[in-house]
């Protein structure tokens, strides 16, 4: 997994690239990739996603009387890899395997509650900055200010307007949740998937997860994980 510090692009060595002119051609190019999978049976899927399989549509709106491209979104499809617990695993040789599905899955669950925790105090300081708005005076009378100089705890002088609080302007330099550290460089899947998470101003996207559970009564556990 490579990537651009300049630009922020996430790149895959060896990765593919198709163009396609029409939906269609899309939907192919999309069962292609998907029929590229490692697939092995497992003791509850007989047909489980051994890697995780990202593919990135890059839809364009073009102008057809110039022939510019005018506006442009993108949609990230992921198989990721089926996980079970390793004492179902009767293949010693795939328990190193499983553990890695693991770490990787549990990479992804970080940076999502990253930045739920990013959301959550980006969300709480817009609202305490509402709330701390004055209200605008009933009244037309205006309170006269002194035009002299003053001296503040700190031995600064302030002009007309006084001085600035120190906290105030501590607010102004950082933004909320800009300490909140999101671990995208922890796997290779989440290092792939920062574009798509992690917008410039903060979390971008929407996320939508399709989830095939067994039915069984016997694999309740590894459903409610």
């Known amino acids: 997994v490579r ?76 198989d990721m890899a089926g996980l079970e617990r390793t004492s179902k695993v009767s293949d010693v040789a795939r328990i190193s395997e499983t ?16 930045l739920k925790a990013k959301q959550r105090a980006a969300a ?30 700190s031995g600064s002088t302030a002009g007309e307007g006084g001085a600035m609080p120190a906290s105030a302007a501590g607010a102004k330099a950082s933004k909320p949740g800009s300490r909140i550290v999101v671990p995208f460089r922890d796997s290779p899947l989440t290092r792939i998937l920062k574009p798509v998470l992690m917008g410039a101003s903060g979390p971008s996207g929407r996320v939508a997860m399709l989830l095939t559970a067994s039915p069984c009564a016997d694999d309740f556990d590894e459903k409610r994980s």
């Open 124 to 153: 709480s300081a817009k609202a305490a900055a509402k709330s701390s708005v004055p209200s605008s005076p009933s009244s037309s009378a205006t309170t006269p200010v002194s035009k002299r100089k003053s001296r503040t705890p």
């Open 3 to 78: 990537e651009d510090a300049a630009t922020g692009r996430v790149w895959v060595e060896g990765q593919r690239s198709e163009s396609a002119a029409t939906a269609a051609g899309a939907a192919e190019a999309l069962s292609g990739a998907l029929a590229r999978r490692a697939v092995t049976a497992t003791a509850i899927n007989s047909g489980s996603s051994r890697g995780h399989t990202v593919v990135t549509l890059s839809l364009f709106h073009v102008d057809m009387a110039t022939s510019e491209r005018v506006a442009r979104g993108t949609v990230t499809v992921v």
């Open 99 to 114: 553990k890695f599905i693991l770490s990787s899955l549990t990479s992804l669950v970080n940076v999502f509650r990253a």
